[in-house]
């Protein structure tokens, strides 16, 4: 009886160590930049009580969300008429108390609620952690994956926005990836949705404009008509999709098209404030104000953020944007916040297929001493101490084996030097030092040794 071949669920991956240093590169890339603007790191559970989470994301959002059965008989709370009706909804609102996160916005949201009275305001957090997605397994688009995510909560002041694209912008630099930052106002988009007569359908309006760059303008207009819009108002809304021009012309335009909205023109107002910020001090890469995206997440209600790489055909890589009342679904009011959240994962794959990442994240210990036998290795135990004593990464091949296969070993693992210890060496204390990359060896004394390896 043949056994099955192990796998995986479709959506997740194994991670090898060469990948896992590359992941490591943009976790601690992110890192350092929100470190560097004052942002303080944070953690929440893998799991969150379902009554969390489910709400917060919209209709299509919800459907996505991992639910975990409850424990024990989880059949016994399920309502009888439910099951027979192989009614799933509201069955699993039953059968299931808890769920994987989704993103790490509405955690963290939950999180101040419980922390308020410890936090002080206006509290910056970062957080790097997987989260889960019941979604379609597709290129760039995962079940399981990292944001990494930063937020200020407790203020309403622009200049955060502002930071937010400096971070952003100071991260994909590092990175070497070339992106162009879109941005968007909520309120301009409400104040479109009441400009066509549809101020109750803004969550139908946003929800089917959010997927433009995916179908195309023709396939969004059939669904806002299929969500009750006239097409007449469908008319109306097609000259400001498709607005063209600068920023400040698109701003005059949209003064004119939204006069007599007062949330239109609030959201203008934002709009032109993070521009001024932008005037003053510029980012490295392009920024712009695009009006067709929408982020098709409930709980925005002011600025929307989305980043694309610009010479890979890539999903967003990065996107948030300012939410004025996600803690007051917990029953903390008043409390405005805005944040971004980075996707490692397709950060990964556009940097993997542009070749970005440096050589040296390859290198996981940086010299190998050979092993020629039980008295030699007595000796370069105490080299490896010392090397390690002083932050060089280190080791010593664990056989006596020919030494063209542990220069083999060594090649293929990436280790830029070798360090040759026979009873010649023992005996001088002058030891051998080949450099892999050139294939060059020099006689040095350890302590040498130790201060070429620190400066090269």
Request: net charge negative; proline share 3%; with cysteine.
């Given at each position: 009886m043949s056994r099955q071949k192990p796998t995986i669920p479709k959506g997740t991956?194994?991670?090898?160590?060469?990948e896992i240093a590359k992941r490591n590169y943009i976790f601690d890339t992110i890192r350092q930049v929100y470190e560097l603007y004052g942002?303080?790191?944070?953690?929440?559970?893998?799991?969150?009580?379902?009554?969390?989470?489910?709400?917060?994301?919209?209709?299509?959002?919800?459907?996505?969300?991992?639910?975990?059965?409850?424990?024990g008989d989880f059949m016994s709370k399920a309502d009888d008429a439910a099951v027979a009706a192989k009614d799933s909804l509201k069955l699993s609102g039953q059968i299931c108390e808890k769920a994987l996160r989704y993103d790490l916005t509405v955690p963290f949201a939950r999180y101040v609620v419980q922390n308020q009275h410890a936090i002080n305001f206006p509290f910056k957090r970062f957080q790097i952690q997987p989260v889960w997605r019941a979604d379609r397994p597709q290129k760039g688009r995962y079940r399981e994956f990292f944001q990494c995510d930063a937020d200020v909560i407790g203020s309403d002041s622009l200049f955060n926005e502002f930071e937010l694209f400096k971070i952003i912008d100071q991260v994909f630099q590092k990175l070497g990836v070339s992106i162009t930052i879109k941005f968007n106002n909520r309120k301009i988009l409400a104040g479109l949705a009441e400009y066509i007569g549809f101020a109750d359908k803004i969550i139908d309006i946003t929800t089917a404009i959010d997927k433009l760059d995916k179908i195309g303008l023709e396939k969004v207009n059939e669904e806002l008509e299929q969500r009750g819009l006239s097409r007449e108002a469908i008319e109306s809304l097609q000259p400001v999709l498709l607005l063209e021009g600068d920023d400040k012309q698109k701003i005059a335009i949209l003064k004119d098209v939204l006069k007599s909205s007062e949330t239109g023109l609030q959201g203008i107002a934002e709009a032109e404030e993070i521009i001024e910020f932008l005037e003053n001090d510029a980012t490295q890469c392009s920024v712009e104000l695009d009006l067709t995206l929408a982020r098709g997440l409930n709980y925005y209600t002011g600025a929307i953020i989305?980043?694309?790489?610009?010479?890979?055909?890539?999903?967003?890589?990065?996107?948030?944007?300012?939410?004025?009342?996600?803690?007051?679904?917990?029953?903390?009011?008043?409390?405005?916040?805005?944040?971004?959240?980075?996707?490692?994962?397709?950060?990964?794959?556009?940097?993997?297929e542009l070749g970005l990442?440096?050589?040296?994240?390859?290198?996981?210990?940086?010299?190998?001493?050979?092993?020629?036998?039980?008295?030699?290795?007595?000796?370069?135990?105490?080299?490896?101490?010392?090397?390690?004593?002083?932050?060089?990464?280190?080791?010593?091949?664990?056989?006596?084996?020919?030494?063209?296969?542990?220069?083999?070993?060594?090649?293929?693992?990436?280790?830029?030097?070798?360090?040759?210890?026979?009873?010649?060496?023992?005996?001088?204390?002058?030891?051998?030092?080949?450099?892999?990359?050139?294939?060059?060896?020099?006689?040095?004394?350890?302590?040498?040794?130790?201060?070429?390896?620190?400066?090269?």
């Amino acid at each position: 009886m043949s056994r099955q071949k192990p796998t995986i669920p479709k959506g997740t991956r194994d991670f090898s160590p060469e990948e896992i240093a590359k992941r490591n590169y943009i976790f601690d890339t992110i890192r350092q930049v929100y470190e560097l603007y004052g942002y303080k790191p944070i953690e929440t559970p893998a799991m969150e009580n379902l009554s969390t989470l489910m709400g917060k994301y919209g209709e299509e959002g919800d459907r996505l969300i991992f639910r975990i059965l409850n424990s024990g008989d989880f059949m016994s709370k399920a309502d009888d008429a439910a099951v027979a009706a192989k009614d799933s909804l509201k069955l699993s609102g039953q059968i299931c108390e808890k769920a994987l996160r989704y993103d790490l916005t509405v955690p963290f949201a939950r999180y101040v609620v419980q922390n308020q009275h410890a936090i002080n305001f206006p509290f910056k957090r970062f957080q790097i952690q997987p989260v889960w997605r019941a979604d379609r397994p597709q290129k760039g688009r995962y079940r399981e994956f990292f944001q990494c995510d930063a937020d200020v909560i407790g203020s309403d002041s622009l200049f955060n926005e502002f930071e937010l694209f400096k971070i952003i912008d100071q991260v994909f630099q590092k990175l070497g990836v070339s992106i162009t930052i879109k941005f968007n106002n909520r309120k301009i988009l409400a104040g479109l949705a009441e400009y066509i007569g549809f101020a109750d359908k803004i969550i139908d309006i946003t929800t089917a404009i959010d997927k433009l760059d995916k179908i195309g303008l023709e396939k969004v207009n059939e669904e806002l008509e299929q969500r009750g819009l006239s097409r007449e108002a469908i008319e109306s809304l097609q000259p400001v999709l498709l607005l063209e021009g600068d920023d400040k012309q698109k701003i005059a335009i949209l003064k004119d098209v939204l006069k007599s909205s007062e949330t239109g023109l609030q959201g203008i107002a934002e709009a032109e404030e993070i521009i001024e910020f932008l005037e003053n001090d510029a980012t490295q890469c392009s920024v712009e104000l695009d009006l067709t995206l929408a982020r098709g997440l409930n709980y925005y209600t002011g600025a929307i953020i989305e980043v694309k790489a610009n010479d890979v055909a890539m999903g967003s890589i990065c996107g948030g944007g300012r939410y004025d009342d996600l803690t007051g679904i917990f029953g903390l009011k008043g409390m405005s916040g805005v944040g971004i959240s980075f996707g490692a994962d397709r950060i990964y794959d556009v940097m993997f297929e542009l070749g970005l990442f440096p050589e040296d994240v390859l290198t996981f210990s940086k010299v190998m001493l050979v092993n020629f036998g039980k008295e030699e290795q007595m000796y370069a135990q105490k080299v490896l101490s010392r090397l390690r004593a002083e932050n060089i990464k280190s080791e010593l091949y664990p056989e006596t084996v020919k030494m063209k296969k542990q220069m083999q070993y060594a090649d293929k693992n990436n280790i830029p030097y070798v360090l040759v210890i026979g009873k010649n060496e023992m005996e001088t204390g002058m030891l051998s030092l080949k450099i892999m990359k050139t294939g060059e060896q020099s006689s040095m004394n350890l302590n040498d040794i130790i201060h070429y390896i620190n400066t090269h």
